[in-house]
């Protein structure tokens, strides 16, 4: 059965970061396209950043690039989103996503077949 698990998720201050988790289980991450993407309230849900399978290209939101770092380790079937100088606007449910294909648009959310549960990032003073 294929499931994936996030953690990592809290309340921090603007400025401070959160590292991210997300734990594959009943598949290898090495040869699937991870993204992570994100939901305020009110708002639609946002692609935030992307891995290829083999961690070979990466992509990110104009919105968190320089700040968002994904990486994925296969051995632990893993993957991660190391967040760092987080604002307000960070605020949002943070969801890890796979695709069983080639993503064409990989921050497009209908490429994604199966999805995390979500982990709380609140971003505040």
């Known amino acids: 059965q294929v499931q994936l698990v996030e953690s990592g998720g809290g309340l921090v201050q603007p400025g401070g970061s959160l590292r991210l988790s997300c734990e594959a289980f009943?598949?290898?991450?090495?040869?699937?396209?991870i993204a992570w993407f994100r939901q305020a309230p009110g708002k639609e849900r946002e692609g935030v950043s992307y891995?290829?399978?083999?961690?070979?290209?990466?992509v990110y939101a104009d919105s968190v690039r320089g700040r968002f770092t994904i990486s994925a380790d296969i051995a632990k079937n893993r993957a991660y989103l190391q967040m760092n100088s987080l604002t307000p606007e960070d605020t949002a449910e943070y969801y890890c996503?796979?695709?069983?294909?080639?993503?064409?648009?990989?921050?497009?959310?209908?490429?994604?077949?199966?999805w995390g549960q979500g982990t709380q990032v609140t971003v505040s003073s």
């Open positions: 009943g598949f290898t991450f090495s040869i699937y396209d």
């Open positions: 996503a796979v695709a069983l294909s080639p993503a064409k648009q990989p921050l497009e959310s209908s490429e994604y077949l199966f």
């Open positions: 891995v290829m399978g083999n961690d070979y290209l990466k």
